[in-house]
């Protein structure tokens, strides 16, 4: 059974770079048909995903809209992990932070999520 | 992008009742390859994060209890709780995917509550 656990800090400046890591235990990144995401849930922005990594004979990463030019989702295959990397963030950002691993166009396992607040 | 819009908000109703929870795509959710609707639904109690119950508008993930079924096509979408148990009590979302490009959204979420 597949089991996903987020790390990092619960509290961020704004302007500075937000950085969490997910480590998987009980799958890989080279399972077939998987993929590797993050998702936020904020009161004002409700569920939003953010990004994703996956591997099919190459790497390749997608974006939201919202977040594309500050996000940067990258994958330690040694370690089984995977961070999210968000620049120049503002209290906007302020949310609860999951990974999650996309199967057949939906999210089918999650990490419990970390909070992060950026606040000075 | 495309938008995606439930109803009701929320929704309080008795145990042993039927609740339907509805979702509305602006854009068809049609994926002309494997002719599936890429939607899905999911249950979030609070302080937990959200449980896949529903993928491909109407397959049931593993492990989810039979009285709760998905369906619908193209745009509009219906999730089905077919005898409320107080487990039940929770929010409940749907999500597409759309491409290109590829893009996650998620609905507003309906309240339920016995």
């Known amino acids: 059974q597949v089991q996903l656990q987020e790390s990092g800090p619960g509290l961020v400046k704004p302007s500075q770079t937000l950085s969490l890591t997910c480590a998987i235990s009980g799958d890989n990144f080279f399972t077939t048909g998987t993929a590797w995401n993050w998702i936020r849930q904020s009161p004002s922005r409700g569920l939003e995903w953010l990004g994703r990594t996956y591997y099919r004979s190459g790497w390749y990463y997608d974006y939201a809209t919202s977040v594309r030019g500050r996000a940067t989702v990258n994958e330690d295959t040694s370690k089984n992990q995977f961070s999210l990397h968000l620049k120049s963030v503002t209290p906007e950002d302020t949310a609860i932070y999951y990974c999650?691993?996309?199967?057949?166009?939906?999210?089918?396992?999650w990490g419990q999520g970390i909070l992060v607040t950026v606040s000075s | 992008d495309i938008v995606l819009t439930q109803s009701p908000d929320s929704l309080a109703l008795s145990l042993g009742e039927r609740a339907t929870i509805n979702c509305k795509s602006s854009?068809?959710?049609?994926?002309?390859?494997?002719?599936?609707?890429?939607l899905a639904w999911y249950q979030q109690k609070p302080g937990r994060p959200p449980k896949l119950l529903i993928y491909?508008?109407?397959t049931r993930e593993s492990g989810v209890p039979d009285r709760f079924s998905g369906s619908g096509s193209g745009t509009d979408f219906t999730l089905t709780i077919s005898s409320l148990q107080v487990e039940d009590v929770a929010v409940y979302y749907c999500q597409q995917y759309f491409n290109p490009p590829p893009e996650f959204s998620f609905g507003q979420g309906t309240k339920l509550e016995i």
């Open positions: 999650s691993r996309g199967r057949a166009s939906a999210f089918d396992s």
């Open positions: 854009q068809s959710l049609l994926y002309g390859s494997n002719n599936k609707n890429l």
């Open positions: 491909w508008a109407s």
